[in-house]
Nanobody, 131 residues
């Protein structure tokens, strides 16, 4: 089992920045793909970004490219999502997720974007961007 705990959400004005953290415990995740998803009220959970922990390969949704950066800290077993130039449409609950099967492969972007590919999920952290 892998436990994921997100933190770092909050209220920020448009144009501001936040850094989300996802601390993993219970099992080594060095061969996992770690994903960030978000879910706004009334909408489906949507892919934001992902990183292959051991290879360092990163993936981004179109809405995140150029504004968000995903990274990992092996010593802390933590994955981060640095979010800059935030917009009101970024308002959502942000979830961290871990995919074991994807870590063994060389996953395609389509695979890392798929919710059902992920085995473990955190509880989510609220991000609210005011206009």
């Amino acid at each position: 089992q892998v436990q994921l705990v997100e933190s770092g959400g909050g209220l920020v004005q448009a144009g501001g920045s936040l850094r989300l953290s996802c601390a993993a415990s219970g099992r080594t995740v060095s061969n996992y793909v770690m994903g960030w998803f978000r879910q706004a009220p009334g909408k489906e959970r949507a892919f934001v970004s992902a990183v292959h922990w051991s290879r360092g390969t990163t993936y981004y949704a179109g809405s995140a490219k150029g504004r968000f950066t995903v990274s990992t800290d092996n010593a802390k077993n933590t994955v981060y999502l640095q979010m800059n130039s935030l917009k009101p449409e970024d308002t959502a609950v942000y979830y961290c997720a871990a995919a074991n099967g994807l870590g063994i492969l060389t996953p395609t972007t389509a695979q890392v974007m798929t919710v059902s590919q992920y085995d473990y999920w955190g509880q989510g952290t609220q991000v609210t961007v005011s206009s």
